[in-house]
């Protein structure tokens, strides 16, 4: 019976596979994948029992997914594995390779958003860093023009059929307005925000930008980096912030 003993590796082996999926069911929790995480384990689960109770039918059944649930589990958990991958390559050793710093004259758009802070003007402001969102591009207007606030104030100005839509920066440029973008699915800010505060949340899980949001509502700012919110944001911490994430 000694063969049904396990050793160190299968220990180390068993150990790995649990943290691996661990750290998956935290990755995706809250979001509309952790139903479908849940139902593939099932999935999973009649697999074995088929296989081990030689269950034909359910077997067959569950052969045809199985046969398929690579190419499944890549679509199902494509804004995952593409949020996942921009987390991986933002580790400090990859920013070193990859990242290179660029000058950014924040003073215009600083201004810019305090002026719509004080007014309650809403908006979003995506800065681009390494990780492009070019897909998004062609549903906004291409501006391709110097960061300035009179510019931005026109463009959210709500006579402007710009207005709505987000502002996206890149190498010290804004290079289009009216971009929709992607809405997070996180349930814990999908029951909480807006459509502008969800907008500006799903973009930063579906790439590196750094993302300022302005409340049509009470004109509070709000920023948003991996997926994660930050609220209430005055105008002074912003700007070290801003400065931060520039520098990295």
């Known amino acids: 019976m000694n063969f049904l003993l396990p050793n160190i590796l299968d220990i180390i082996d068993i150990l790995l596979v649990s943290y691996i999926f661990y750290r998956i069911i935290l990755f995706i929790k809250g979001s509309k994948s ?11 689960i009649l697999y074995f029992i088929a296989e081990l109770l030689n269950l034909s039918l359910l077997g067959s059944m569950v052969n045809i997914v199985r046969d398929v649930w690579v190419i499944v589990i890549v679509i199902l958990f494509l804004p995952e594995i593409r949020t996942g991958l921009i987390k991986f390559v933002q ?8 990242l290179h710093k660029q000058k950014f004259h924040i003073i215009e758009l600083l201004n810019a958003i305090r002026t719509m802070a004080y007014n309650n003007i809403g908006g979003i402001f995506v800065i681009v860093k ?15 023009a110097d960061i300035s ?3 931005i104030l026109t463009i959210f100005n709500k006579k402007t059929i710009l207005h709505d839509g987000a502002i996206i920066i890149k190498d010290n440029r ?13 349930e814990k800010y999908t029951k909480r925000y807006g459509t502008r505060h969800q907008a500006g949340i799903g973009i930063s899980e579906q790439s590196d930008a750094f ?16 997926g ?7 105008i002074d911490i912003l700007s070290q912030t801003l400065i931060d994430e520039l520098e990295k």
């Open 149 to 151: 606030e009179k510019l």
């Open 228 to 234: 994660v919110i930050n609220k209430n944001v005055s």
């Open 174 to 186: 804004i290079v289009a307005a009216k971009v929709i973008l992607p809405l997070t699915t996180q």
């Open 34 to 44: 952790y139903q479908i995480l849940w139902s593939l384990i099932i999935l999973l």
């Open 91 to 98: 580790k400090p050793f990859f920013q070193s390779l990859f």
């Open 211 to 226: 993302v300022i949001i302005i409340s049509e509502d009470t004109g509070k700012i709000s920023i948003a980096k991996n």
């Open 130 to 144: 390494k990780v492009g969102i070019d897909d998004y591009l062609p549903s906004g207007e291409i501006i391709n």
